[in-house]
């Protein structure tokens, strides 16, 4: 079955992802591919909409952030897009204070995993605000700095006008927070659009050299054949390695019961299940040693 490749746009206010999205578009258009648009705005009116075609599918998200208040509402506009649209591409451009790791697994709800693949996640920066953002409070110093360490590529954008030290500086802090991950220094958003669709899609023949392998941040799926006891469940938890951001899915204990299961900052929750689901795990993290992983959890199974 064919899935629907996700590119997340991720960037601080006023980055420049809108205008990243308007040669993203173009490509596809280009291309012939069918491609559709997710945006999120933290206000209640759309700013930036009439941005993207008429006849680009087009879903909005308003008056909050995808990945907080409103990650319910987003996994049923994929849904729709989904289904409305034979898509090849879906671009989703979040909020500016998005932390990209929280819309990643927005995305990998268990109702779209057969549907979705995330490619990859493109963060665009004010490079001059990045040189200042000693003036910014600690909170978005920390957003900015982790939309750079979990990008699979790093777009330093309205780079012209500064020193050759100062891009200097640019190219040394990627390196840092990033290291081996490709980036550019730019004005208008301005990137070789080539690379950016070739970062981990597999099924187009151009790029057959490049995949998932690649992304610095990894998803895995686990599939469980039955129930299993809580307590063990609980135990192999709290020796996970902390390479692990995110867990979601769905799992069935002793009690016969199923149970949508969601993993963030060490924190498990459990919310019972009144519908049967596939019983599946999806792991978001870095350097996942999914051999272990599968070894822990089958000897779950085992033990049950």
């Known amino acids: 079955m064919k899935k629907t490749n996700v590119i997340i746009l991720a960037g601080f206010l006023g ?66 897009l989904c289904k409305e649209n034979e898509l090849d591409t879906l671009i989703i451009e979040a909020t500016g204070v998005a932390h990209p790791i929280d819309v990643m697994d927005a995305c990998l709800s268990p109702y779209l995993l057969d549907e979705l693949h995330v490619a990859g ?76 669709f070739a970062l981990s899609i597999k099924e187009r023949k151009e790029h057959q ?3 998932a392998d690649k992304l610095k941040v990894k998803t895995w799926m686990y599939s469980f054949q039955g129930a299993v006891k809580k307590e063990a469940f609980e135990n192999w938890l709290r020796e996970a390695p902390s390479s692990i951001y995110r867990i979601k899915g769905y799992i069935k204990f002793e009690d016969e019961k199923i149970y949508l299961f969601q993993y963030s900052y060490g924190l498990p929750n459990y919310e019972k299940e009144l519908m049967k689901m596939p019983l599946r795990l999806v792991f978001i993290g870095e350097d996942l040693d999914t051999e272990k992983l599968t070894e822990g959890l089958e000897r779950i199974e085992k033990n049950n």
């Open 121 to 196: 996640i493109i963060s665009i920066m004010d490079a001059p605000r990045w040189l200042d953002r000693g003036m910014m409070n600690v909170q978005a110093k920390m957003l900015m700095m982790e939309q750079i360490k979990h990008a699979d590529y790093i777009i330093w954008n309205k780079a012209s006008s500064l020193s050759e030290k100062q891009k200097l500086s640019l190219m040394e802090d990627s390196e840092r927070l990033n290291e081996g991950t490709p980036y550019v220094l730019t004005d208008y958003a301005k990137a070789d659009i080539d690379k950016l």
């Open 15 to 80: 980055s420049g992802k809108t205008t990243l999205l308007k040669q993203l578009l173009a490509y596809e258009k280009e291309h012939n591919h069918k491609t559709a648009v997710l945006m999120n705005e933290i206000g209640k009116v759309s700013i930036d909409s009439d941005s993207v075609p008429e006849d680009v599918p087009l879903k909005e998200l308003l008056n909050g952030c995808i990945c907080c208040s409103l990650s319910d509402q987003l996994e049923k506009q994929l849904w729709g």
């Open 209 to 211: 050299k490049v995949t």
